[in-house]
């Protein structure tokens, strides 16, 4: 019976200390996150003028691992552009939008081996993303008629809800607790907004769609669900 409970309980107790070791050394990390920060926006439209506007986004991670991410997002602000004195167009706008995505992630971590090369180990947080989503746009201040071009006028819409294909590329720098786990992110990206209409500036003219593009830096806050790894994350 003692032979019987040593070759149970050994294995067990070797289980145990294996699976606290690698705790130790950096395999686990938290698979969700909350995530805020803001953006510089830039709307390329009908506008001939491009101006810089500012928002905030505030988002949900599910970190499937951890570099592979997938993500929902609300983006709040403004988005504007034109000149309604300088331009032969006249036209001139601000967009009060609200948007809402999805995203999914994909970090070099995950496809690359880090672990024997500084050099691969600085890139392994470098992140391609895309994915789907829609913009509700509230027109507020807008010109349509040219003061230079007598007559000229551009029609559109004041309100409006379009699709849109975020496409992001950035870096997020991992900050380590005692664990070696990821307690917090920094997130450093550049993202372009497709918009599949012409009413993000709200004219509708010529035949390309709407698009906006944003620098953005926002922070991201581990919340729990700690799972592990197969490979060494902190080195």
């Given at each position: ?67 592979i991410n997938y993500i929902i997002e609300v983006q ?29 992630q994909l970090q070099m971590g995950e496809i690359i ?9 600085a890139f392994k947080n470098l992140y391609v993303s ?106």
């Amino acid at each position: 019976m003692n032979n019987f409970i040593k070759r149970i309980l050994l294995p067990f107790a070797l289980f145990l200390i294996v699976g606290t070791a690698k705790a130790q050394i950096g395999y686990d990390y938290a698979q969700y996150d909350l995530g805020l920060g803001l953006d510089i926006n830039k709307v390329y439209g009908d506008a001939q003028t491009v101006v810089s506007s500012k928002s905030a986004h505030f988002n949900f991670n599910y970190n499937a691992g951890p570099y592979i991410n997938y993500i929902i997002e609300v983006q709040t602000g403004v988005l504007q552009g034109g000149d309604s004195l300088k331009t032969t167009t006249g036209r001139q706008f601000k967009n009060d939008f609200t948007a809402v995505m999805f995203r999914g992630q994909l970090q070099m971590g995950e496809i690359i081996d880090y672990a024997e090369s500084p050099f691969a180990n600085a890139f392994k947080n470098l992140y391609v993303s895309s994915g789907v989503g829609f913009v509700v746009n509230h027109i507020t201040d807008i010109n349509r008629a040219s003061i230079k071009t007598p007559g000229f006028y551009t029609p559109g819409e004041l309100n409006s809800n379009q699709i849109l294909i975020p496409a992001r590329i950035g870096y997020e720098f991992k900050v380590f607790n005692s664990y070696n786990e990821p307690s917090f992110k920094i997130d450093l990206g550049y993202q372009y907004n497709f918009v599949l209409g012409d009413s993000l500036d709200g004219f509708t003219a010529g035949n390309q769609k709407d698009a906006y593009s944003q620098y953005s830096i926002g922070i991201k806050l581990a919340i729990g669900g700690v799972t592990s790894y197969r490979k060494q994350i902190h080195y």
